[in-house]
T-cell receptor, first 114, second 108 residues
Framework: DVKVTQSSRYLVKRTGEKVFLECVQDMDHENMFWYRQDPGLGLRLIYFSYDVKMKEKGDIPEGYSVSREKKERFSLILESASTNQTSMYLC?????????????FGQGTRLTVV | QKEVEQNSGPLSVPEGAIASLNCTYSDRGSQSFFWYRQYSGKSPELIMFIYSNGDKEDGRFTAQLNKASQYVSLLIRDSQPSDSATYLCAVNVDKIIFGKGTRLHILP
């Protein structure tokens, strides 16, 4: 059974703090993704990675960075948290190729920046 | 920018009727197409994927893909109150892009 685990379910941070969101998958998937989900805006891709140490910007990378030092782990970093980064953050992983390359999601991290 | 468009709804359907959800996408290079269901406060879960033109059926769900028209749809037959959720269309174009979702409400 595929499992994607995010380090925290709920997180409260102060403005200006550096925030780390961790994600681990156990299916040896090549691709990993970070999304944020806001009411009325849907799931928006922040960054994704298709291999260790490789990363690509998604649609809204500003204010975020990522790290993938090991295949199973993909970290999202908020360099200096701001209130407009209050959101639900979802990590996902998928395999590559044709056919069913579905994204498997973690349980989500609800981040509040005060 | 690659886009996936869905009607936000809410779409209200009587119990037992057919719910029809639609999605269009902008990138002709899109390879695979997915329908996810998301209950409030939960993560999305996959219902169907399709990558060939035509219909694909799985139980009460049918996904339809028309690459020429860049259109993918999901039909839910014999709708149940438990089908009330937000349905997300997703497209794989080397990265997985989601639409904003359609809220479906099944009326008892």
């Amino acid at each position: 059974d595929v499992k994607v685990t995010q380090s925290s379910r709920y997180l409260v941070k102060r403005t200006g703090e550096k925030v780390f969101l961790e994600c681990v998958q156990d299916m040896d998937h090549e691709n990993m993704f970070w999304y944020r989900q806001d009411p009325g805006l849907g799931l928006r891709l922040i960054y994704f990675s298709y291999d260790v140490k490789m990363k690509e910007k998604g649609d809204i990378p500003e204010g975020y960075s990522v790290s993938r030092e090991k295949k199973e782990r993909f970290s999202l970093i908020l360099e200096s948290a701001s209130t407009n980064q209050t959101s639900m953050y979802l990590c996902a992983s998928s395999t590559i190729g044709t056919g069913n390359t579905e994204a498997f999601f973690g349980q989500g991290t609800r981040l509040t920046v005060v | 920018q690659k886009e996936v468009e869905q009607n936000s709804g809410p779409l209200s359907v009587p119990e037992g009727a057919i719910a029809s959800l639609n999605c269009t996408y902008s990138d002709r290079g899109s390879q695979s197409f997915f329908w996810y269901r998301q209950y409030s406060g939960k993560s999305p879960e996959l219902i169907m994927f399709i990558y060939s033109n035509g219909d694909k059926e799985d139980g009460r769900f049918t996904a339809q893909l028309n690459k020429a028209s860049q259109y993918v749809s999901l039909l839910i037959r014999d709708s149940q109150p438990s089908d009330s959720a937000t349905y997300l269309c997703a497209v794989n174009v080397d990265k997985i892009i989601f639409g904003k979702g359609t809220r479906l409400h099944i009326l008892p």
